[in-house]
């Protein structure tokens, strides 16, 4: 195949790729085995795949805020959000407040975010680990020593940020407000 032919297949690989990520909020979320294929095309094409976590129950200004910040980081947002079993044994029975098909709903329409994986695990090692993101990002409310997944992200040659918080916005915060 000659050098022509093998850069318009690359420029069609990007373009098809390009479409596949101009999902709906639907398609954005996905099982890991059902984006393994799409996230390593996206990484042979050069994209800076970043990876988040969370609960992510009630979504607010801080979560937003967050969510942009990590997305500039590189070029696809990949966000592991805890399962709803996952999220009661982290926060406790009453929680999670919205279940996990309406907390990956609400994450996959924020333009920032490209794909939505939910994971049933206390932890996203085993997702960070497959994913093996470019940039792992948390919040300002974690220490780098402190963030699962960072040793292995370090050692594959990536890199882990830990971004400012907003002050004055916690979901636990908001229930306990509306709880009285």
């Given at each position: ?6 850069q ?5 690989k ?38 988040t ?20 980081n ?26 996990e098909?309406?907390?990956?709903s ?12 939910i ?41 882990v ?20």
């Open positions: 195949m000659g050098k022509q032919t093998k318009i297949n690359k420029q069609q990007t373009r098809n790729t390009t479409l596949q990520l101009k999902m709906t909020f639907k398609t954005k979320i996905q099982t890991l085995s059902s984006s393994k294929e799409l996230i390593q095309d996206l990484k042979n094409l050069g994209h800076k795949i970043v990876f976590n969370g609960c992510f129950d009630i979504l607010h200004l801080g979560h937003i805020t967050y969510l942009e910040q990590a997305k500039e590189g070029d696809i947002l990949i966000v592991g959000l805890n399962s709803d079993a996952s999220v009661k044994r982290l926060k406790g029975a009453e929680r999670p407040i919205k279940d098909e309406s907390r990956a609400i994450l996959a329409a924020l333009s920032s975010v490209d794909l939505v994986i994971f049933e695990e206390d932890t996203p090692i085993d997702l960070i680990s497959a994913v093996a993101p470019d940039v792992l990002v948390k919040g300002g409310d974690y220490n780098k020593e402190d963030i699962v997944g960072a040793d292995f992200v370090e050692e594959h040659g990536g890199k940020e830990v971004l400012p918080f907003l002050e004055g916005y916690s979901s636990t915060d908001l229930i306990n407000k509306l709880n009285g």
